[in-house]
C-alpha cells in the first residue's frame, strides 16, 4: 500500500478531489446513516448503505455496500479481512496498517447495519503496543487457533493469538528483498479439507518482470524452514491487494490499480485452478513462474463509487452461496472512506 507519509498522497490531487466529488453522488446513500448495535464501550460505528455501478459483473451480484465510521481514531486503514463461522454467527477479524485489531459479528442481511459487538483492540508484542514500522499490518490468515499476520515496512509474518503477538516472527531474506512500503500485501490459508493441507500463501504487492512474488508456505509457521517463491504472472496494470482461497479450492483475488488522473480501480478475480499446487515443486528461493489462470469476476471504475479496496474473505452462507467480502483501506485520510463490500457468486 502506498501512504501519504511516504510520498505526498495522490488522493489529495485537485483531480481526485473532482473524481470524488462525482464518486459520492455516485454512491449515494439508500438510506441514512444508522449506528451498529451493542459495541464495545465507547466505539460506535455507523454504516451507511450505498449503491455501486460496476463496470462489469460476472457470475457475481452486488449483495450489499456499507461506509462505515467510528470517532476512534484507530478506526480505519482495513488492510486484511477474515470471515468465519462462530458461536454467535459469522464473526469478522480485520487488521488495520496502524496495527489495530477489529472484531464484530457479520450479517450482510441487515439492511441497516451488517455490523454488531465491534470491538477495536491494539496489537501487542511482548505486552508492548506496536509502533511505527513495525505496526504497518497489510494481509490476515487463519491458521489453526492461530492468526497470521503479514508486516511491510518491518517485513515479517507475524503469529498471533488474540491481540498478543509471540515473539518469534516468520522473516526471510526474500522478504526483506521487497520494497519498503510496498511488501506483503496478501495471505491466505488452505481451508480444512483442501489440499495442499496446511499450506499459507502470500503475495507481494508489486510485479517485477516475472510477476508477483508469491511465496508458499508449508507444514510450519514458526519460519524454521524457508518458504518457496514463485512468480504469479497477472495482467497489468493492478497490483495485489487482497487474496482468500475458499472452500471450494479456488483462491479468490482483489487488485487494484490508481491513476492519480483518474482514480481507482477494482478488479475482484477468480483462479479456475489453484495455483497454490503449481507453486509448491518450487525450491526455496527459486522463481518458478506461475501462468494466470484467473476469470474476472468483477470490475469497478474511478466513478463506480468504489474505494480502495484492500482485502478479500471467502465464505459460504447457510444456502451454501459463496460470498466474497471486501473492505477498504481509507489511509486515514478524509477524502476516503471505509467501504464494506458483500458480493455473493450465482453460479
Known sequence: MKRADQKPSPWCTAAQIASLATLALVGSGLAAQAACPANAPGLAVTAEPVTLSPERLDGVSIAGAWVLTAPDPRFGGFSGLLVEPGAEGL??????????????????????????????????????????????????????????????????IAVAR????????????????????????????????????????????????AGFPFFVLRDRIDGAERPREARLRLPPPHSVTGADIGSDGRLYLVR?????????????EAFRRSPVSGATGADAGSSLPIAADARQLALFGPRS?????????????A????????????????LQRTLLLDLVLEE
Do not use: K
Not at 174 to 200: Q, Y
Not at 319 to 334: M, Q
Open 319 to 334: 444456502d451454501g452461496a459463496v460470498h466474497l467480502t471486501l473492505i477498504s483501506d481509507d489511509n486515514f485520510n478524509p
Open 91 to 156: 464473526a469478522v477479524t480485520a487488521v488495520t496498517d496502524r496495527g489495530a485489531l477489529m472484531t464484530a459479528l457479520y450479517d450482510p442481511i441487515e439492511t441497516g447495519c451488517p455490523l454488531s459487538a465491534v470491538s477495536l483492540e491494539t496489537l501487542t508484542e511482548e505486552g508492548s503496543a506496536l509502533t511505527g514500522d513495525a505496526r504497518d499490518a497489510e494481509a490476515l490468515a487463519r491458521y489453526g487457533d492461530a492468526l497470521l499476520i503479514a508486516f511491510e515496512r518491518d517485513h515479517r
Open 305 to 317: 463509487g468504489i474505494d480502495n479496496m484492500e482485502a478479500i474473505a471467502a465464505w459460504v452462507d
Open 162 to 209: 488474540g491481540t498478543a503477538l509471540e515473539v518469534d516472527a516468520w522473516r526471510d531474506p526474500e522478504f526483506e528483498a521487497l520494497p519498503f512500503n510496498g511488501g506483503i500485501e496478501a495471505l491466505a490459508a488452505t481451508p480444512e479439507g483442501i489440499e495442499p493441507a496446511d499450506t499459507v500463501i502470500a503475495i507481494g504487492e508489486e510485479a517485477d518482470s
Open 256 to 268: 487494484r490499480h490508481f491513476d492519480p488522473s483518474v482514480g481507482v480501480s477494482i478488479l475482484v
